[in-house]
């Protein structure tokens, strides 16, 4: 076995979710998970009840649906919470706050951050754009940019409006364009040029 390269304090661990979420397994359903290896095979072994009750301790916001696995057997075929609605920008922007969402930095070096309240308020604008071309449930926005802050933010923007979002970088040159965005034809296409 390879060795231990870090262990947390037994306090540390004993003040981690992780520590929440089993204490919270065995309270709910009765079973004795020990540890980590004792949860992960309980997790294994209980599909439905683990990933349900990842989704409430985790608190997502959305509608579960009745049935978290669906032909857990079929493999592939299987269908993870099959009923549910979530929007993934309703889930990640929550925090309103002036601590860092997003740390960006550059090949080069060049550093900036984001704050919650920060991101907040750039996907705000952008949705108001979007919103303003007429973009809405069931649409497709493209991203024609590289792995920028504002990719994330155009798909949280499209995202809480409930259209998909595809994206490619300009690296992958005109054809990698064509390639990506001929299946769909975007309602919006996002470009940023000349990047920082």
């Not at 009840?49 to 075929?77: H, I, N, Q, S």
């Not at 493209?142 to 595809?166: D, I, K, R, S």
Request: with cysteine; glycine share 12%; aromatic share 10%.
């Amino acid at each position: 076995m390879a060795e231990v390269l870090w262990e947390p304090a037994p306090e540390r661990a004993a003040a981690s979710a992780m520590e929440a979420f089993r204490e919270g397994v065995e309270r709910k359903f009765g079973v004795v998970v020990a540890d980590y290896a004792a949860l992960h095979r309980w997790s294994v072994e209980n599909r439905d009840e683990f990933w349900g009750e990842v989704w409430d301790f985790c608190e997502v916001v959305g509608e579960k649906g009745e049935t978290v696995l669906e032909d857990g057997d079929r493999m592939p075929g299987s269908r993870w919470f099959p009923d549910a609605r979530l929007s993934f920008a309703e889930n990640l922007l929550r925090r309103t706050d002036d601590s860092p969402a997003v740390i960006f930095q550059t090949e080069g070096g060049d550093r900036r951050e984001l704050s919650f309240a920060g991101l907040r308020a750039e996907v705000a604008r952008c949705q108001a754009g979007l919103r303003g071309l007429g973009v809405g449930e069931g649409d497709v926005v493209a991203g024609w940019l590289p792995n920028l802050p504002e990719a994330l933010v155009g798909m949280l923007a499209a995202n809480g409006l409930g259209a998909a979002w595809t994206s490619c970088s300009p690296d992958f040159g005109a054809s990698g364009v064509l390639d990506r965005f001929g299946q769909v034809w975007p309602k919006a296409l996002l470009a940023v040029d000349g990047y920082r």
